[in-house]
């Protein structure tokens, strides 16, 4: 459960903005001539439609379908970011590198020499243009007045004095939110101005609070190299059903079209009754046998009781189902409930 500084910093959070240290992402630049094509042939998302400033969420999956990671896609014109965990991140791109061919294609690590945090809620957009308005320097003059309007995943280059770096918009936990990356010399100033317009800079149980009531899963916690995209519920932002071949498109296909999007588990949300939370690993049961287990979990302030999300088995991912919880030697009792938990709109 929140500490009452941590309850302060959640509600300050939701009405307000904070500040984030994303130094646990890794990011990954793709160039040259065919990066588009040669992306397009492994990810899940239609990267060739990216324009200039445009992106996307999207996965690279085995032949049988599961994920290697997730990631977001940023399109900077001459070049493509891709933001991924950073423990996969080496991994992935010895990956991109054992299928470079004959294709104008270079891929290279930007983790250290391009830092990154978020600005998440209500009021992120306000606190930037406050805070960088002066620093805004490519693109239209409007710009500023226009951020709040940007699309998910919309990007612009920001100009720091003889340096660049990257604006992008998104929303990590339900709220209007953005990153910014820049070279690390730059992020403590662009952090301290950040702060200085109003943005806290929250513990690490609220941010995992926010993003556990927004039911937005995260690789390597909700989902692992043994997840099907259909089972954690993000096929519909990750997943084109238009583009062309990609690595386990046929299982996906199969089981969406033929198989009416049936699989044998789903991640759902789970409404705890008392005080105790969950953990990790927890066996979830339903009349006697066990369905499936805990991902993640915490205390919901907005909802005043914990809250998880789980894996569990299609017979009782309907809304309203009771299950209960193996959890340090005691059963609690949960109900399946609709995502997100929480509209923090």
Known sequence: MLSPDQIRQYTNIRRGAALID????????????DRK?????????????????????????????????DMRVFELGDATLLEVPRAVKDAFIALLEQVIFSEDVQVGDLTDPLGCVSV???????????????????????????????????????????????????????MPGFL???????????AAAIAAAGAIVPDAEV????????????????MTDDTIPLEAGIEAQAISSTKGCYPGQEVIVR????????????LVGLAIDGDAEPSRGDTLQANGKDVGH????AYSPALGRPIALGYVHRDHI????????????????????????????
């Open 255 to 266: 089981i969406r079209d033929r198989g009416q999007g049936r699989i044998v588990r789903r």
């Open 22 to 33: 994303r130094h646990h992402r890794g990011r990954i630049f793709v160039r040259g001539g």
């Open 120 to 174: 998440q809620g209500p009021m992120a957009a306000a606190v930037i243009e406050h805070a960088l308005g002066d620093r805004l320097r490519n693109g239209p003059a409007a710009l500023l007045d226009e951020l709040s309007n940007w699309p998910a995943y919309h990007n612009q280059r920001i100009g720091l004095d003889d340096e660049m770096g990257v604006l992008a918009r998104v929303d990590e936990f339900g």
């Open 37 to 69: 094509s040669f992306l397009q042939a492994l990810l899940t998302n239609d990267v060739l439609a990216l324009g200039p400033g445009a992106g996307c969420y999207a996965a690279m999956l085995t032949p049988l379908g599961r994920m290697v990671t």
């Open 294 to 297: 805990v991902t993640s979990a």
């Open 318 to 345: 309907a809304p309203g189902s009771r299950l209960t919880v193996a959890h340090a030697g005691a059963t609690l009792s949960a109900t399946v409930t609709a995502l997100p938990f929480v509209a923090h709109g």
């Open 207 to 222: 941010v995992e609070t926010l993003r556990i009531e927004s039911g937005t899963p995260a690789f390597l916690v909700d």
């Open 180 to 190: 910014i990356l820049a070279p690390p010399n730059r992020l403590p100033a662009l």
